[in-house]
């Protein structure tokens, strides 16, 4: 399977995220147990950027994501303490993210209007929209575009020190090809480059 690789959208959600495209915003991003706090990137496809890449090698086909576009923060402590204020929703939110993305982002999912005019509830709705933003990717961009290959030749039918096969003598496995998969930052070359070094010591 295609891993570290680009998520895909369809239908209405494209072309939301078409229309951010190039805006990148600090997240994190989880599915299931795993989390991955770095930047995301929309594109005219869907989602890019090195969190979702990351999180790809994680996600099963169909899976949603759930993305906190604002980790550091807690939005509904910030709206809570303007709840007098006469700022427009989008206004305040562009404190906080690219404009353009403040003003797309809103206008999909909350009526803008004065602070001062939302229940305590509706403050809530939209503090957790943002700090939970559920995300059903179609698909990935595949092979085309994906940086590594999730699964291979099983590593317990390998030797670990010399790579070679346990059942046929002389046949050896290194690298992309057998069933390791690292995070972004080096470990696949890091991994292709030892596995290459031991397998090429013993033959
Ligand atoms: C766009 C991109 C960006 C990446 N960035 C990173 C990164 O930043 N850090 C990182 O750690 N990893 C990165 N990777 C992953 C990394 O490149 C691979 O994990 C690593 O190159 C795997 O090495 P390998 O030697 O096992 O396989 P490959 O590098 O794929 O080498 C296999 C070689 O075999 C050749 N070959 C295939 N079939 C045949 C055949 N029948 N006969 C002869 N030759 C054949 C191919 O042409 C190729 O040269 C990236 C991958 C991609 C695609």
């Known amino acids: ?11 209405d959600d494209r072309n939301i995220f078409g229309e951010l495209s190039g805006i990148s915003v600090d997240s994190m991003v989880s599915c299931g147990k795993n989390k991955f706090r770095e930047n995301i ?13 990351q999180i790809s090698s994680y996600r099963k086909e169909g899976e949603a994501i759930s993305i906190d576009l604002l980790p550091e923060k807690n939005l509904f402590e910030l709206l809570s303490e303007n709840n007098k204020s006469k700022i427009e929703l989008t206004n305040f939110i562009s404190n906080y993210f690219p404009k353009r993305f403040a003003e797309v982002f809103c206008d999909k999912y909350f009526l803008s209007k004065p602070l001062n005019q939302y229940s305590q509830k509706q403050l809530l709705n939209i503090s957790d929209t943002f700090h939970n933003w559920k995300v059903k990717p179609s698909g990935t961009e595949g092979f085309d575009k994906a940086e590594v290959t999730l699964g291979g030749v099983d590593t317990n039918e390998l030797s670990s020190k010399t790579m070679e096969s346990k059942k046929v003598k002389g046949l050896y496995f290194i690298g992309e090809v057998v069933d390791v998969t690292g995070w972004l930052g ?4 890091q991994w292709a480059w030892a596995s290459g070094f031991a397998a090429g010591k013993a033959v």
């Not at 399977?1 to 959208?9: F, K």
């Not at 990137?41 to 890449?53: E, M, V």
Request: proline letters at 11%; aromatic letters at 10%.
């Open 1 to 11: 399977m295609p891993a570290l690789v680009p998520l895909t959208m369809a239908g």
């Open 186 to 189: 080096g470990y696949n070359f």
């Open 41 to 53: 990137l929309f594109t005219h496809k869907g989602l890019s950027g090195p969190a979702i890449l």
